[in-house]
């Protein structure tokens, strides 16, 4: 079992900036797939990234891409989001969880969920 631990949302205006991060309970593994994920209100929750075991693939979703950065650092067992630029429609609670390694963007190839963490950008 792994536990992952989202930090890092608030408010913030249109064009700020904002980094999230997801702890893991333990290590998950530098092959572990990683991947963000977002749920605004009365939405079904989307793919927003995901990046490889080491490091070396990240894919987005294209609303966010050029605006958004995933990375890792696997010494310290945390997933990062970085989010630049952001846009109102970026509103809502972001997920990130974890999956067996692979290309993974749909929300049932991920294994473990974070509790998730509220961003809300306002106009």
């Known amino acids: 079992q792994v536990q992952l631990v989202e930090s890092g949302g608030g408010l913030v205006q249109a064009g700020g900036s904002l980094r999230l991060s997801c702890a893991a309970s333990r290590r998950t593994g530098s092959t572990a797939t990683m991947g963000w994920f977002r749920q605004a209100p009365g939405k079904e929750r989307d793919f927003v990234a995901t990046i490889s075991g080491s490091g070396g693939s990240t894919y987005y979703t294209d609303s966010v891409k050029g605006r958004f950065t995933i990375s890792r650092d696997n010494a310290k067992n945390t997933v990062y989001l970085q989010m630049n630029g952001l846009k109102p429609e970026d509103t809502a609670v972001y997920y990130c969880?974890?999956?067996?390694?692979?290309?993974?963007?749909?929300?049932?190839?991920?294994?473990?969920w974070g509790q998730g963490t509220q961003v809300t950008v306002s106009s």
């Open positions: 969880a974890s999956a067996a390694p692979g290309f993974r963007t749909r929300i049932a190839e991920y294994l473990y």
